[in-house]
């Protein structure tokens, strides 16, 4: 019944946060911890460590 008032509201999922988080990424807008760490999940997620297809290759067509 009594929903405590959280200070901060995430700016994507419009929950109440005890902590938010915010960077370029985010448009330095507050984000929960949740979509924020989704955020760079999917940011960081591919391409950082080695790309099984590219590896060093610019694939030149040379005929
Ligand atoms: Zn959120
Ligand atoms: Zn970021």
């Known amino acids: 019944?009594?929903?405590?008032?959280?200070?901060?509201?995430?700016?994507?999922?419009?929950?109440g946060a005890?902590?938010?988080?915010?960077?370029?990424?985010?448009?330095?807008?507050?984000?929960?911890?949740e979509c924020y760490t989704e955020l760079h999940y999917y940011l960081t997620e591919p391409g950082q460590g080695q790309d099984p297809q590219g590896a060093s290759g610019d694939g030149d067509d040379a005929p």
């Open 18 to 33: 005890k902590k938010t988080y915010n960077c370029d990424h985010t448009d330095y807008a507050e984000y929960c911890a």
């Open 1 to 15: 019944m009594d929903a405590p008032q959280l200070p901060v509201v995430c700016a994507k999922c419009h929950n």
